[in-house]
């Protein structure tokens, strides 16, 4: 077996609404064996997953998914429950997965959900690894597999107190994107946004963030307040924190200046060689070194968010309890079996850490390592209570005492932190506030919340609820409009009116089209964004404060959604275009997927569908949204159904454009006042128009804000570059035009007879990843409508060979009933538009089907110039007594 391809979706796509794994499996040699095939692998595969008796399958029962196995399944069957399996017993456990075999022989497509992304892709390679094990008759390592899917996770899954985080955004309804491979989080879209990295949130001063991490300088401002903190100093030298610890005479403490967590903290010192063991170990974490006054009491955490006490906890040294028959290093390690300890922050607790401070605190009980201690005797390993080095917590959230709340409410407030961790040492935080008992240890920034949420007594806490509400108070859910566009043909002209409408509306608009992205009516990236990296680009520019996103076939396909859900979906019709393509044979199939939008639109948005368009009405089952019709017939049943029920649509009406709402009706005017639609004979344009303007009505856009914006939009360069842009110079007229498929033809076609042409000349070309009959199709509607045909070919082959693709074409043209000597091959655009131009005569029309813009516009612009100067270059003819005596100019441009 071999994959040929691994992808991990993270948001919505054509399998599943939740994040998925998808594997495209080429099974070699092994194609159309059966599990019933191999001997006895029914029963070595319960034996190296017993798990798998449990799975259901498509029976719908437990032990289904073995039924099928026993009476035969194919191999790609198999990898998708083994995977599902390692993930369960990772702890990861997911059920839902699926797999279907593709159009290429012997490669299966394997679909199965994921909860941590990594080791979704992990558990994927570890399952054919194993499949591929048990058909070979060898016996697996499952331990193996099942390791290295926790430790995958464990490494680049957030942490508890991030994930806490981004699970109660998600529970109020903010979006919630992760920003690269650590703990940094975007909640929200465009404008509204807000990040958090761990407990970091958008609201932290960087000040007081700095101020915190320098321990010294954050007790000097607490000292300057009033507020009670332990004596001390800051040493570079192993004599200088001797000489401090003399200077105390008292117990001492000893840390690194710039540490946390806990790392490199040595408590109650009551001895110079303590002392100087303990200045080692901070030293191994910083250069300066403070050494302070140690003072006794309990160990208490108050967490503050946004000048508010949300919880409280006690926090108790790593400690393990004698049995008399283990070590002390024996029992840390059986402490740290517990599975609720991790590595570092991935779980509820961490597991016990044994460095120098360990040694440290142990000789100080006379005890090591190796020493057994008696059964029942408490052993303490460290006398700093913190969990990232052990420790445990309790929750005495209800047991504060205002005047502990009020002082860690104030303490925050100095430093300047939204949220922060007051860590104090006092004999008990019920009791009145005693400064004289009481001392403030640190100020923490950023503070690790997983005491409050999982403390190993008392009740957790909802602190990052609270965190998420310090961002956004109650009712914001950190949203902006998103407007998505999908269709096989128009995309990108009803994107660039939607965005116009919004603009109308006062809105910065991020735009992200074929064409680019655009910022506030800047490009910021060039070329075809139409997937669901642009979207993000757009999503997460904080100037946005409305997105109308282009979503192609591709895109969706091979990266899903870049949205959880979008407010307005629009689909603008479905025709033949990239079939036989990932899996999409029919239109059937292609309208399947661009249901996925329709899919991503809540209760509360709109689903923009065309009337006039079979395939696009039957998405409107698969929408939980509104549904706006839009449609050229105003008399169509499913529209007239559909304002009987209350419905709403946009119609175009005796040539105007309506707003229809059950029995009312707004006329917005006719549809000639519109110059997108060349007076209304761009029909095509005619029906993007009104996809656009029920967008925009879903939108919030009032009447007069659709009519500004229809007005002004049109289908000049300057507002829809490189879509139907007409180039006039006295009674020539040059038309460039992205089309694509036969439907794209046709419109052009349609629209450039309306223009009353002489002759229509045509120069066109087609992808190479088409079908070839696809690619002929094309070409006969190019040679029933063109007068004169020229092809040529696209630079990007996209694996044809040089000519290939033309071939195609041209053999269609002729079977379209273009005649041989009408069609003319040229292989270079700019040679073909040239000559298809300079053979131009009064009256003609050239239509011109482009790959990339920018250089067929200039290309145009030069033609125009030409055509231009022929023009003007053409001596005016001599006229007697109303009797042309002399025109005597035949020739070409440049002659």
Same mark, same amino acid.
């Given at each position: 077996?071999?994959?040929?391809?691994?992808?991990?979706?993270?948001?919505?796509?054509?399998?599943?609404?939740?994040?998925?794994?998808?594997?495209?499996?080429?099974?070699?040699?092994?194609?159309?064996?059966?599990?019933?095939?191999?001997?006895?692998?029914?029963?070595?595969?319960?034996?190296?997953?017993?798990?798998?008796?449990?799975?259901?399958?498509?029976?719908? *029962?437990?032990?289904?998914?073995?039924?099928?196995?026993?009476?035969?399944?194919?191999?790609?069957?198999?990898?998708?429950?083994?995977?599902?399996?390692?993930?369960?017993?990772?702890?990861?456990? $997911?059920?839902?997965?699926?797999?279907?075999?593709?159009?290429?022989?012997?490669?299966?497509?394997? =679909?199965?959900?994921?909860?941590?992304?990594? &080791?979704?892709?992990?558990?994927?390679?570890?399952?054919?690894?194993?499949?591929?094990?048990?058909?070979?008759?060898?016996?697996?390592?499952?331990?193996?597999?099942?390791?290295?899917? #926790?430790?995958?996770?464990?490494?680049?899954?957030?942490?508890?107190?991030?994930?806490?985080?981004?699970?109660?955004?998600?529970?109020?309804?903010?979006?919630?994107?992760?920003?690269?491979?650590?703990?940094?989080?975007?909640?929200?879209?465009?404008?509204?946004?807000?990040?958090?990295?761990?407990?970091?949130?958008?609201?932290?001063?960087?000040?007081?963030?700095?101020?915190?991490?320098?321990?010294?300088?954050?007790?000097?401002?607490?000292?300057?307040?009033?507020?009670?903190?332990?004596?001390?100093?800051?040493?570079?030298?192993?004599?200088?924190?001797?000489?401090?610890?003399?200077?105390?005479?008292?117990?001492?403490?000893?840390?690194?200046?710039?540490?946390?967590?806990?790392?490199?903290?040595?408590?109650?010192?009551?001895?110079?060689?303590?002392?100087?063991?303990?200045?080692?170990?901070?030293?191994?974490?910083?250069?300066?070194?403070?050494?302070?006054?140690?003072?006794?009491?309990?160990?208490?955490?108050?967490?503050?968010?946004?000048?508010?006490?949300?919880?409280?906890?006690?926090?108790?040294?790593?400690?393990?309890?004698?049995?008399?028959?283990?070590?002390?290093?024996?029992?840390?390690?059986?402490?740290?079996?517990?599975?609720?300890?991790?590595?570092?922050?991935?779980?509820?607790?961490?597991?016990?850490?044994?460095?120098?401070?360990?040694?440290?605190?142990?000789?100080?009980?006379?005890?090591?390592?190796?020493?057994?201690?008696?059964?029942?005797?408490?052993?303490?390993?460290?006398?700093?209570?913190?969990?990232?080095?052990?420790?445990?917590?309790?929750?005495?959230?209800?047991?504060?005492?205002?005047?502990?709340?009020?002082?860690?409410?104030?303490?925050?407030?100095?430093?300047?932190?939204?949220?922060?961790?007051?860590?104090?040492?006092?004999?008990?935080?019920?009791?009145?506030?005693?400064?004289?008992?009481?001392?403030?240890?640190?100020?923490?920034?950023?503070?690790?919340?997983?005491?409050?949420?999982?403390?190993?007594?008392?009740?957790?806490?909802?602190?990052?609820?609270?965190?998420?509400?310090? $961002?956004?108070?109650?009712?914001?859910?950190?949203?902006?409009?998103?407007?998505?566009?999908?269709?096989?043909?128009? #995309?990108?002209?009803?994107?660039?009116?939607?965005?116009?409408?919004?603009?109308?509306?006062?809105?910065?608009?991020?735009?992200?089209?074929?064409?680019?992205?655009?910022?506030?009516?800047?490009? =910021?990236?060039?070329?075809?964004?139409?997937?669901?990296?642009?979207?993000?680009?757009?999503?997460?520019?904080?100037? =946005?404060? &409305?997105?109308?996103?282009?979503?192609?076939?591709?895109?969706?396909?091979?990266?899903?959604? &870049?949205?959880?859900?979008?407010?307005?979906?629009?689909?603008?019709?479905?025709?033949?275009?990239?079939?036989?393509?990932?899996?999409?044979?029919?239109?059937?199939?292609?309208?399947?997927?661009?249901?996925l939008l329709v899919e991503a639109v809540p209760r509360d948005g709109f689903a923009v569908l065309n009337a006039d368009d079979h395939y696009v009405v039957e998405l409107a089952y698969r929408t939980d949204g509104e549904i706006i019709y839009f449609g050229l017939?105003?008399?169509?049943?499913?529209?007239?159904?559909?304002?009987?029920?209350?419905?709403?649509?946009?119609?175009? *009406?005796?040539?105007?454009?309506?707003?229809?709402?059950?029995?009312?009706?707004?006329?917005?005017?006719?549809?000639?006042?519109?110059?997108?639609?060349?007076?209304?004979? &761009?029909?095509?344009?005619?029906?993007?128009?009104?996809?656009?303007?029920?967008?925009?009505?879903?939108?919030?856009?009032?009447?007069?804000?659709?009519?500004?914006?229809?007005?002004?939009?049109?289908?000049?360069?300057?507002?829809?570059?490189?879509?139907?842009?007409?180039?006039?110079?006295?009674?020539?007229?040059?038309?460039?035009?992205?089309?694509?498929?036969?439907?794209?033809?046709?419109?052009?076609?349609?629209?450039?007879r309306a223009l009353s042409p002489g002759r229509l000349i045509g120069v066109i070309a087609a992808p190479g990843d088409r079908r070839d009959e696809n690619l002929r199709e094309l070409g006969r509607v190019a040679g029933r409508g063109f007068t004169r045909l020229?092809?040529?070919?696209?630079?990007?082959?996209?694996?044809?060979?040089?000519?290939?693709?033309?071939?195609?074409?041209?053999?269609?043209?002729?079977?379209?009933?273009?005649?041989?000597?009408?069609?003319?091959?040229?292989?270079?655009?700019?040679?073909?538009?040239?000559?298809?131009?300079?053979?131009?005569?009064?009256?003609? =029309?050239?239509?011109?089907?482009?790959?990339?813009?920018?250089?067929?516009?200039?290309?145009?612009?030069?033609?125009?110039?030409?055509?231009?100067?022929?023009?003007?270059?053409?001596?005016?003819?001599?006229?007697?007594?109303?009797?042309?005596?002399?025109?005597?100019?035949?020739?070409?441009?440049?002659?």
């Open positions: 077996m071999r994959i040929k391809e691994l992808r991990a979706f993270e948001g919505r796509n054509i399998h599943s609404h939740y994040p998925a794994v998808e594997m495209l499996l080429d099974l070699g040699d092994l194609d159309g064996r059966k599990t019933r095939d191999l001997e006895d692998f029914s029963e070595r595969l319960l034996a190296a997953l017993p798990g798998l008796a449990q799975h259901h399958c498509s029976l719908g *029962r437990p032990g289904g998914f073995i039924e099928r196995v026993r009476e035969g399944t194919y191999l790609g069957h198999v990898v998708e429950h083994v995977a599902l399996e390692l993930q369960t017993q990772a702890g990861l456990g $997911m059920v839902y997965g699926k797999t279907r075999q593709t159009e290429q022989p012997g490669v299966y497509r394997i =679909v199965f959900e994921y909860r941590a992304r990594e &080791a979704g892709l992990e558990a994927a390679r570890r399952a054919v690894e194993v499949t591929s094990r048990l058909v070979a008759g060898e016996r697996p390592d499952v331990a193996a597999a099942v390791t290295a899917i #926790k430790g995958t996770a464990a490494r680049t899954e957030l942490g508890p107190s991030t994930a806490a985080i981004a699970e109660a955004a998600r529970r109020r309804g903010i979006p919630v994107t992760r920003i690269g491979p650590e703990s940094l989080l975007q909640l929200g879209y465009g404008c509204r946004q807000k990040r958090v990295r761990a407990t970091i949130t958008a609201n932290t001063g960087c000040v007081g963030v700095d101020i915190a991490g320098d321990k010294s300088l954050a007790k000097l401002i607490l000292d300057r307040a009033g507020v009670p903190v332990p004596p001390g100093t800051v040493v570079s030298t192993e004599e200088e924190a001797a000489e401090a610890a003399r200077a105390i005479a008292e117990p001492t403490v000893v840390k690194p200046r710039d540490g946390n967590q806990g790392r490199g903290v040595s408590l109650n010192l009551t001895t110079e060689e303590q002392v100087r063991a303990a200045f080692r170990a901070a030293r191994a974490h910083g250069e300066e070194v403070i050494v302070e006054q140690h003072v006794t009491g309990r160990h208490y955490r108050l967490l503050i968010v946004d000048g508010r006490l949300e919880a409280a906890a006690e926090r108790m040294p790593a400690r393990v309890v004698g049995d008399g028959e283990h070590t002390v290093a024996e029992l840390i390690d059986l402490v740290n079996a517990d599975p609720n300890r991790g590595d570092e922050h991935e779980k509820p607790l961490t597991k016990i850490k044994v460095d120098d401070v360990v040694a440290i605190t142990l000789a100080k009980q006379g005890l090591s390592l190796a020493a057994r201690p008696p059964a029942g005797q408490v052993v303490n390993l460290r006398e700093g209570a913190n969990l990232s080095t052990g420790g445990t917590a309790r929750d005495v959230t209800d047991e504060v005492h205002p005047d502990f709340a009020a002082l860690a409410m104030r303490v925050a407030a100095i430093v300047g932190l939204d949220v922060a961790g007051i860590d104090l040492v006092t004999p008990d935080i019920a009791a009145p506030f005693d400064p004289e008992k009481t001392a403030v240890i640190e100020v923490n920034a950023a503070p690790g919340i997983r005491m409050h949420l999982y403390p190993s007594e008392g009740r957790p806490r909802p602190v990052a609820e609270a965190i998420v509400r310090s $961002m956004f108070p109650p009712g914001e859910d950190g949203r902006i409009p998103v407007l998505a566009v999908t269709g096989t043909n128009g #995309k990108t002209t009803v994107c660039r009116l939607i965005a116009r409408i919004l603009r109308e509306q006062g809105k910065k608009v991020g735009l992200a089209t074929t064409d680019g992205i655009w910022i506030d009516g800047r490009r =910021v990236v060039d070329g075809d964004t139409s997937g669901p990296w642009s979207a993000g680009v757009v999503l997460s520019d904080p100037a =946005v404060e &409305a997105a109308v996103l282009e979503t192609a076939r591709g895109g969706i396909i091979r990266g899903g959604l &870049a949205f959880d859900h979008c407010d307005v979906a629009v689909v603008t019709n479905i025709s033949s275009d990239h079939l036989g393509q990932d899996g999409v044979e029919t239109l059937e199939d292609l309208a399947d997927v661009k249901a017939q105003d008399d169509n049943l499913v529209v007239r159904r559909h304002l009987n029920g209350r419905g709403r649509a946009v119609l175009l *009406r005796k040539g105007q454009v309506v707003l229809a709402h059950g029995g009312s009706e707004v006329r917005l005017g006719s549809i000639r006042e519109f110059p997108l639609t060349l007076g209304g004979r &761009a029909v095509h344009n005619v029906q993007n128009l009104l996809a656009a303007t029920a967008a925009g009505w879903a939108a919030g856009a009032d009447p007069g804000v659709l009519v500004q914006a229809l007005r002004a939009f049109s289908h000049t360069p300057d507002c829809n570059p490189g879509r139907f842009n007409l180039y006039e110079v006295g009674d020539l007229r040059l038309v460039i035009d992205y089309g694509h498929n036969p439907a794209a033809f046709q419109n052009t076609l349609r629209a450039v020229f092809i040529k070919e696209d630079h990007d082959k996209r694996g044809r060979r040089p000519g290939e693709v033309a071939e195609l074409l041209l053999r269609g043209a002729i079977e379209g009933g273009a005649p041989p000597e009408g069609v003319t091959v040229i292989l270079d655009e700019e040679e073909a538009v040239l000559t298809a131009c300079r053979g131009t005569q009064g009256g003609d =029309v050239v239509v011109v089907f482009y790959e990339k813009y920018e250089p067929i516009a200039a290309l145009a612009r030069r033609v125009a110039a030409e055509w231009e100067e022929r023009r003007s270059a053409a001596p005016r003819p001599l006229v007697v007594a109303g009797v042309l005596v002399e025109n005597s100019f035949t020739g070409g441009p440049g002659e």
